[in-house]
Nanobody, 125 residues
Framework: VQPQASGGGLVQAGGSLRLSCAAS????????MGWFRQPQGKEREFVAV???????YYADSVKGRFTISRDNAKNTVYLQMNNLNPEDTAVYYC????????????????????WGQGTLVTVSS
């Protein structure tokens, strides 16, 4: 599977954006899909993950503001981001993980198997 993120851009604080990640491959529905972000000069960090059973988990910093979802018919995962603040500015990446266990949702970038290019989100104050 090859993820491809899109939907980034410039938004004012308090605004919203929806990121999309389209993935090629006929086995998309069997992957856990995660969103990560990397602020300039910092390490890549976990944002959210959705399992192939649609179970979700979020970083504390985005809980209540971001929503991850997936549409297996379209091979796409989404990240709806609301009430954005300047600390959310980063390059956002989506990634896929092969995992038969639907109960364990990994947050380490090192445990994801496939990565797409990122999309830049800039939040102005």
């Amino acid at each position: 599977v090859q993820p491809q993120a899109s939907g980034g851009g410039l938004v004012q604080a308090g605004g919203s954006l929806r990121l999309s990640c389209a993935a090629s491959g006929r086995t998309f529905s069997s992957y856990h899909m995660g969103w990560f972000r990397q602020p300039q000069g910092k390490e890549r960090e976990f944002v959210a993950v959705v399992s192939w059973t649609t179970r979700t988990y979020y970083a504390d910093s985005v809980k209540g503001r971001f929503t991850i979802s997936r549409d297996n018919a379209k091979n796409t995962v989404y990240l709806q981001m609301n009430n954005l603040n300047p600390e959310d500015t980063a390059v956002y990446y989506c990634a896929a993980r092969v995992d038969r266990n639907p109960l364990v949702l990994q947050t380490s970038p090192r445990l994801y198997d496939y990565w797409g290019q990122g999309t830049l989100v800039t939040v102005s104050s």
